[in-house]
């Protein structure tokens, strides 16, 4: 088995939790592919698991809700390696990523600033600078 899924810090999901379905995958293989289930699907009922804090879950809910299969199961595919173990460890992966980015604390809010004096000093002097060696550029024109 995979190592277990590790959310964030010390938060582990317990295997309990997994609902893990095999199933014959497409792609290369020659005639291993028509009898090797490698396709793995991974399901995890985010509602009902009591490894995460609350305030986690409903962070992840909220975060997820497009993915969530009936509002509360969250469904992780692997089936690029021809091998079930390797599968496996990859929807692991990938369901212990979803996990942590969506429980993640929300960054802090941006404060607003502006511009130092000497900075905006310093823009407009470069942006009369450029303009001088572009209108030194042109041909001088001829006065009649």
């Known amino acids: 088995m995979p190592e277990p899924v ?3 810090g010390s938060v582990v999901v317990p295997d309990a939790e997994l609902v ?21 699907e991974l399901r995890y009922d985010l509602v009902a698991s009591a490894a995460l804090p609350e305030v986690w879950k409903q962070r992840a809910l909220e975060r997820l809700a497009n993915r969530l299969v009936d509002g509360r199961v969250l469904v992780v595919r692997a089936s690029e390696h021809r091998s079930q173990w390797r599968n496996r460890e990859v929807a692991a992966a990938r369901l212990a990523s979803l996990l942590g980015e969506a429980t993640a604390p929300p960054p802090k809010a941006r404060r607003a600033t502006k511009p130092s004096r000497g900075m905006v000093e310093r823009r407009l002097s470069n942006k009369k600078h450029r303009a001088e060696l572009k209108r030194g550029r042109s041909a001088p024109r001829a006065t009649d």
């Open 6 to 8: 590790r959310v964030r």
């Open 20 to 40: 893990w379905r095999f199933s014959r995958s497409s792609g290369p293989g020659g005639q291993h592919v028509n009898t090797s289930d490698t396709q793995v």
